[in-house]
């Protein structure tokens, strides 16, 4: 353009006029909606800026959150962020839902099968109608020699190899309550990492005792058992061990929670829903069948004397020879029965009723043990 502008010797004056008239009005038309954009920008810079710093959103967020605001603005007035404040109002709700979660979902009786599904001839033939009555009324039942004894001597050398295997852990609780060691054992067959089965029969001692614990339930309901309904069997058994130091023990306790909610709190109280579930403890003991009563271990248990129909003792397990009862409380109101843990020995007791504890022994004391749930009437 500046070649034709000055070469008026090539160009006619008419036509160089109109070649500048013509670029001159195209560079003005670029220039003025250079302008335009521009001007619109800035306009929408400075609009959405004025909607920010007018409030509207914070607004909207002080509909759920009165006392806070959701965004931060620093010292220009620009936004600053999410504040810290808002994410604790957001997290803290988020995390006690997540912990209620968990609380209501823990449980290990997701296995646990209907009494009748844990049908055992042998336990069926064990537990009678009389043993059933005696267990409503008193709240417990002794059964003696409960397992013959080449299954018993059987069982116990497994129990040995479990703990020469050191399969045996500290227990969950705190140690100075209880002060045993325990396993956790089922009758199902094993299955390893490429799904082949492993020998059922390496274990048919304990295998056997497992079975005759979890045919309790389907045993009691055969006889009309009216202490509880919808019995749950879970699937494993507690086999728990206490050496023989004298001092291992298991302080005073019921195997059923009964504390409230309000003692508890909404968390523990969700957690311990297991434990709320147990209405009978059934245990099977494991050791010498002649068992020194010196030796120590027993299981001392607590009843009131009015349950039990008077002062007088537990007469059938007395007459078996296999407890003492001696009178407890200032007005003598309470009874306590030792039953000495005699390798076959079942006992079966009310979850909820029964307090008891584990003597010290002065040896290794074996016993399985399962916990039925159920619903109270």
């Not at 920008?41 to 806070?68: A, E, H, I, M, Y």
Request: proline share 3%; hydrophobic share 35%.
């Amino acid at each position: 353009f500046g070649r034709l502008y000055n070469c008026s010797t090539v160009v006619r004056p008419l036509a160089l006029r109109r070649l500048r008239n013509s670029c001159t009005t195209t560079l003005c038309h670029r220039k003025s909606h250079l302008k335009k954009w521009y001007c619109s920008t800035v306009q929408r810079q400075s609009r959405d800026k004025k909607l920010f710093n007018s409030g509207r959103l914070q607004q909207l967020v002080k509909r759920w959150s009165p006392s806070s605001s959701l965004f931060s603005t620093d010292a220009s007035g620009t936004g600053g962020g999410i504040r810290g404040d808002t994410l604790v109002a957001i997290c803290i709700p988020l995390g006690c839902a997540a912990l209620l979660a968990e609380a209501y979902f823990r449980t290990d009786l997701a296995d646990a099968e209907p009494a009748n599904e844990c049908a055992c001839v042998a336990t069926s033939s064990l537990v009678t109608h009389s043993h059933v009555r005696d267990l409503e009324r008193n709240g417990m039942v002794v059964i003696p020699d409960a397992l013959e004894r080449g299954m018993l001597h059987r069982a116990r050398q497994e129990v040995q190899r479990l703990q020469n295997d050191a399969c045996f852990e500290t227990s969950g609780n705190d140690k100075d309550v209880r002060q045993d060691q325990i396993v956790w054992l089922s009758n199902e067959i094993d299955r390893g990492e490429e799904g082949d089965n492993k020998d059922k029969t390496a274990r048919p001692g304990l295998n056997h005792c497992i079975q005759l614990v979890r045919g309790v339930a389907n045993a009691l309901e055969r006889h009309g058992y009216d202490g509880s309904y919808d019995h749950k069997v879970p699937l494993q058994c507690q086999l728990a061990t206490y050496q023989g130091d004298g001092k291992a023990l298991y302080h005073r306790h019921l195997d059923r929670c009964a504390s409230s909610m309000t003692d508890l709190g909404l968390l523990n109280w969700l957690r311990l829903s297991d434990y709320r579930s147990r209405v009978i403890t059934v245990i099977l003991y494991l050791n010498e069948s002649d068992r020194p009563k010196s030796n120590g271990g027993a299981l001392r248990c607590w009843f009131a004397k009015s349950a039990r129909g008077g002062s007088k003792d537990y007469d059938e397990a007395a007459a078996r020879g296999t407890n003492d009862a001696e009178d407890k409380g200032e007005d003598g109101s309470e009874t306590f029965v030792d039953i000495q843990p005699n390798g076959g020995t079942l006992v079966i007791f009310k979850s909820n009723v029964v307090e008891h504890m584990v003597v010290p022994s002065k040896t290794d004391r074996f016993a399985l043990t399962s916990w039925i749930s159920g619903t109270l009437p």
